[in-house]
């Protein structure tokens, strides 16, 4: 099963939807530089059809200190969806929870 995060608490969109998965990572840098990761509802790391959404949009200076952290991370130890799904907790975009799983390969 892929990584995905189970929230402590459900997000306010939706009282039950606490478990999400990265379903979409976008970088972009011209026009304007900005990254998008989306997370969709989940079970165990299954996206749910019409499973509720979580947006996360940075941009400006935000945006380019986390491609420079990306571009020089190391993905053996921890890999890229972890460290978004990490980096959306510790920005206080995502609640805390416990994120479980393993890469997605397929």
Request: net charge negative; glycine share 8%; hydrophobic share 40%.
């Amino acid at each position: 099963m892929s990584e995905h995060i189970t929230l402590d608490n459900a997000i306010h969109v939706d009282p039950g939807a606490t478990v999400f998965s990265i379903s979409v990572f976008h970088i972009e840098r011209h026009p304007s530089i900005q990254v998008i990761i989306g997370l969709q509802e989940s079970d165990e790391g299954v996206f749910i059809k019409a499973g509720k959404h979580i947006t996360v949009t940075v941009t400006g200076d935000e945006a380019q200190t986390l491609i420079r952290q990306l571009n020089t991370l190391d993905f053996s130890v921890m890999s890229l969806e972890k460290r978004l799904i990490t980096w959306c907790q510790s920005n206080s975009y995502l609640g805390t929870g416990a994120v479980s799983g393993t890469p997605d390969i397929s």
